[in-house]
Every structure is written in structure tokens, then in C-alpha cells.
């Protein structure tokens, strides 16, 4: 439990940092924001997209290791709100672009962020339902529930990384076209300071995420098991079972889904 | 051990595909290759920082599985030759492109490929340096070793996919500025043959990453375990001593470090 509060601190600062960099980029530097099909609009994209896809999914995986003593079931229901709200978040950021797009006669659907980040969005979904109805309701039964939760597990972490790999493209993608090449003092490479802001953004998004990881992968920082003493049970009931049945490699398996 | 060796399959298509794509890419659309500080020259950055950190790296760490019934020794050499092959390749390539940029008067270090991209490297080197010392050259104890390896597949696993942050916004870059705007049919958003390369190309580096991530992090695929059988030994020996303090939580640790 080494460097535990520290590292879940070091996490929201720099999460919080990622919000006032998006906050601030989109609101002041790429003009703010309206709901009309203009750039105003487009700039909703990844003010939501951050605040949905990295600081609510984020910080949905982290609440498992935050409140890895609490009940349960309590830390299930506030991990799936805060899913649902990344999703709303989701889709109203994608119907932002997409109507920003066709109002401005801009192709959709060219760019490598477009191409990434779509699949992670419906991958994102699929995670979504697939946790919904196998944790919550209508709930697969004990056995089953400990067999799908490593791959809940691997692919809620491995979307998580793909986010990261979706906003920076993105981040990229938007300073560019904010900051065009040419002679003024303005462009990208002369580092103004939307470059900084927008830079700065990137890095913050990659340092919470890896945080995030480290949290929630690593052994030391896993919910204690809860096992039943098996000294205590008799050889016929169903915990016993599934404790002797367990993979001895993995004995919080049985737990965790719980 | 399901779906083991499809899954390794899978991933080696993926990586061939990306080679193959980075290949045409950075050879036919991109103009090829030359060592005089021109565009050619910093052909070879992409080309060989995709060569090195994607499919040497993401092989690497690979070996451990695929040869994960061969002795540990030898495997664990295969690794640290593939490592240093990457470490070459990216120094070569980090050569071209400040040469390039130098040459042809571009700042250096403006992009957030580059913030996140010159990072990622320093900690891959210190990565590097910290595997050859902790478990070739001195090599720790066993003890320590047991309690560094941890760290150096978490930041093994994470590095891969911060390399995939890094290649894809660093090809986004360059799909930008080889395909610049305007009203060409040869822009980006009009999808010449060369988008689909660069865009395929990125998600076939995503896609490999994905697929090594899992098969390395998933606890179904990990070496089996030679643990001495501890009833016969007797209390005193290291290796009882080892197997008494080891984490209930995770039997591997004592075991794979070695």
C-alpha cells in the first residue's frame, strides 16, 4: 500500500490540470462555445470528449481502487453512472463534429483520428453493455461473472489507453488547423501560446491515464479479498467449491467479481 | 491457454502489415530514403522509429510468451538484444529528423508529437538501463529482483502503448503536411490512396499493440510456474524462506523474476 493516497492525488491533480487546459483552450483560444453547426460548435467536441472519454472514464475505473474498502456493490453503481455520463458526454461530442462538418462542408471520417477514435467510441459502448448486463443486471451468475471479469478488466484499462491515443491525435489534429503554417508569428512552430496550452493538454492526458493504470493493475493496490476462511467451511458448500476449483495463480478471481 | 496461438498469429499479421505499411509509406509516397539532411533523410524517422520501438519493442516483450516453456536465460537474452536494436533504430531516427529540421531551418521540438515523443524515448533508455541492471548485468538478488520485475512490466506494457500515442500522432504530422489543404484532389480530406496507407498504418500499429498488450498482461498466458514443491523442502533453505514471505496475491512474483 506503498505511496497509495499519494499516487490517487497525483492522479486528480492531473486530471484536474486536464480540465483546465481543455476549459481553457476551447473556451478562450479556439473562441468558446454554441450549439449553431460553427466552429463554436466543434469546439464542444473535445471539451466533452475530454470531459467524458478521459476525466468520467478515468475516474470511473479509479473509484474500484479509492474506495477498494467500501461496499461493493455501492462503488458498482457509482462506476456505471459515471460510465453512462462518459457516454452521454460521448455522443453529444460526436454529434457536435459531425454537424460541424456538414454545416461547414468539411468531409467526416478522413482524418486518423477520425479512424481511431470511432472505433474506440463503439468499442467503448460494447465495454458498456458488456459490463451492464454482466455486473449489474441482468447479471450473469457467480462463475461466470469471475470468468468475464478479467477481460472487463484488461479491456476497460486497454480503452482507456486508446482514449489517450484518440485526444492526442485529436489535440494534434486542432493545432494545426488553428495554427496554420505561413509566415505570422502566430503558427505552431513558433510556439504561441495556444501551442503551450494545447501541448500541455497532451502531455496531462498521457501522465493521468498512466496513473490511472498503474492504480488499478497493480497487485498492491487491489480491493482485499474478502475469502472465506476455507478452515471453517464444509467441503459442500458452494464457496468451497469455488475456492477449491480456483486458479491457485490468480486466487482473487473469485473475489473480485463479487 | 485458449486461443493462444491464434492470438500470436494475430498479432505478427499486425505487425507485418505495419511494416509492410511503413515501407510503402515512407518509400513510395514519401520519396524514399537518403542520409543529406532533405525530406529524405527524415523518411528514415517514421520508418525506423516504427521498426525499432513498434515491432522490435512490441516483439520483445512478446519472446516471453511465445517462448515461455524455453529457459528463462535465453529468452531473457533475446529480449535484451531485440531492446538494444530498438534503441539503435530510435537513435538513428531522433538523428534524422534534427538534422532534417536543422538543414532545412524548421524549430525543433514544437509539436506535441515531439513533447510526448522525446520522453517516451528518455524513459524507454532508462527502461532499458534498468532491466540490464536489475536482471542481467550485475543482476540484483533474487529478492530484489522479485520486487523490481513488477515495476519493469508495468512500465514495459505502458511505454508500448505510449509508443503507439507517440507513432500515431507523429504520422498524423506527416499525413498533414505531405497532403496539405486547398483544393487539390491530393488533400488529405479527400482521401488519396496515400490517407488510407497512413491511416491503416495507424491502426494496424494500435491494433498490434492491443494484441501484445493482452497476451502479456493476461495471467492465462503466463510462464507455468516451477515452483519447488514446498513440502519437501526443509524450513531453512532460501528458497523456503522466499516462498513463506511471498504476496498470497501473487504466487508469480517470487517465481518469474528469476
Given at each position: 500500500?506503498?505511496?497509495?493516497?499519494?499516487?490517487?492525488?497525483?492522479?486528480?491533480?492531473?486530471?484536474?490540470?486536464?480540465?483546465?487546459l481543455?476549459?481553457?483552450?476551447?473556451?478562450?483560444?479556439?473562441?468558446?462555445?454554441?450549439?449553431?453547426?460553427?466552429?463554436?460548435?466543434?469546439?464542444?467536441?473535445?471539451?466533452?470528449?475530454?470531459?467524458?472519454?478521459?476525466?468520467?472514464?478515468?475516474?470511473?475505473?479509479?473509484?474500484?481502487?479509492?474506495?477498494?474498502?467500501?461496499?461493493?456493490?455501492?462503488?458498482?453503481?457509482?462506476?456505471?453512472?459515471?460510465?453512462?455520463?462518459?457516454?452521454?458526454?460521448?455522443?453529444?461530442?460526436?454529434?457536435?463534429?459531425?454537424?460541424?462538418?456538414?454545416?461547414?462542408?468539411?468531409?467526416?471520417?478522413?482524418?486518423?483520428?477520425?479512424?481511431?477514435?470511432?472505433?474506440?467510441?463503439?468499442?467503448?459502448?460494447l465495454q458498456?453493455?458488456?459490463?451492464?448486463?454482466?455486473?449489474?443486471?441482468?447479471?450473469?451468475?457467480e462463475?461466470?461473472?469471475?470468468?468475464?471479469?478479467?477481460?472487463?478488466?484488461?479491456?476497460?484499462?486497454?480503452?482507456?489507453?486508446?482514449?489517450?491515443?484518440?485526444?492526442?491525435?485529436?489535440?494534434?489534429?486542432?493545432?494545426?488547423?488553428?495554427?496554420?503554417?505561413?509566415?505570422?508569428?502566430?503558427?505552431?512552430?513558433?510556439?504561441?501560446?495556444?501551442?503551450?496550452?494545447?501541448?500541455?493538454?497532451?502531455?496531462?492526458?498521457?501522465?493521468?491515464?498512466?496513473f490511472?493504470?498503474?492504480?488499478?493493475?497493480?497487485?498492491?493496490?487491489?480491493?482485499?479479498?474478502?475469502?472465506?476462511?476455507?478452515?471453517?467451511?464444509?467441503?459442500?458448500?458452494?464457496?468451497?467449491?469455488?475456492?477449491?476449483?480456483?486458479?491457485?495463480?490468480?486466487?482473487s478471481?473469485?473475489?473480485?467479481?463479487?
Amino acid at each position: 500500500m506503498r505511496a497509495f493516497y499519494p499516487l490517487v492525488l497525483a492522479s486528480q491533480v492531473a486530471v484536474v490540470l486536464v480540465l483546465i487546459l481543455a476549459g481553457y483552450w476551447t473556451g478562450h483560444y479556439l473562441g468558446g462555445f454554441a450549439w449553431d453547426g460553427s466552429a463554436k460548435e466543434f469546439n464542444l467536441h473535445p471539451l466533452l470528449m475530454i470531459l467524458g472519454l478521459v476525466f468520467f472514464y478515468g475516474d470511473a475505473i479509479l473509484m474500484f481502487r479509492i474506495f477498494r474498502k467500501e461496499n461493493k456493490t455501492v462503488v458498482k453503481v457509482i462506476h456505471m453512472l459515471m460510465q453512462s455520463i462518459a457516454i452521454i458526454c460521448g455522443i453529444i461530442a460526436l454529434k457536435a463534429v459531425f454537424r460541424f462538418h456538414n454545416k461547414a462542408g468539411i468531409p467526416n471520417m478522413y482524418t486518423l483520428h477520425s479512424w481511431v477514435g470511432l472505433p474506440v467510441f463503439v468499442l467503448f459502448c460494447l465495454q458498456y453493455i458488456g459490463g451492464f448486463v454482466s455486473f449489474f443486471f441482468p447479471k450473469l451468475n457467480e462463475t461466470r461473472r469471475a470468468a468475464v471479469l478479467p477481460y472487463h478488466k484488461f479491456f476497460g484499462v486497454t480503452l482507456l489507453g486508446l482514449v489517450c491515443v484518440t485526444a492526442l491525435t485529436g489535440i494534434n489534429n486542432k493545432l494545426f488547423f488553428a495554427m496554420p503554417g505561413g509566415e505570422g508569428k502566430d503558427k505552431y512552430s513558433s510556439l504561441p501560446s495556444q501551442a503551450y496550452v494545447g501541448n500541455f493538454l497532451g502531455l496531462a492526458i498521457v501522465i493521468y491515464a498512466v496513473f490511472v493504470g498503474f492504480l488499478v493493475t497493480f497487485d498492491e493496490y487491489k480491493r482485499e479479498q474478502e475469502a472465506p476462511n476455507p478452515e471453517k467451511l464444509p467441503l459442500t458448500t458452494a464457496e468451497m467449491k469455488q475456492f477449491q476449483t480456483m486458479d491457485p495463480a490468480d486466487p482473487s478471481a473469485g473475489e473480485e467479481a463479487k
